[in-house]
């Protein structure tokens, strides 16, 4: 048998109320809309660790190829995409 935890928490009267109705428009009772709000965030928090593991490699590899000197500056990233962009519009002109 499943057991039930009541969850009681203070919110001013306002958003009570527009909780409430924006439930209603929904055609979903608010505990239902909580529970799901609840698991979200839940899964968020587990999953918040790994993205940042992952952001935090990507970062140290920039920064090692940026001190190896294999890295380019914003001027020179702008250059050749500014290239790209050119020879593809070039590119599509042709085929008119």
């Avoid at 294999?70 to 042709?94: H, K, N, P, T």
Wanted: avoid cysteine; charged fraction near 30%; proline fraction near 1%.
């Amino acid at each position: 048998m499943t057991k039930d935890a009541v969850f009681t928490f203070h919110l001013d009267v306002e958003l009570h109320d527009a909780f409430m109705a924006a439930a209603k428009d929904s055609q979903q009772s608010a505990s239902q809309i909580l529970r799901d709000m609840m698991r979200d965030f839940v899964r968020q928090q587990a999953t918040e660790p790994e993205y940042t593991a992952f952001l935090q490699r990507k970062v140290d590899a920039a920064r090692s190829q940026i001190s190896s000197g294999e890295g380019l500056d914003a001027i020179d990233v702008e250059q050749e995409f500014a290239a790209r962009r050119a020879a593809v519009a070039g590119g599509s002109r042709s085929r008119s």
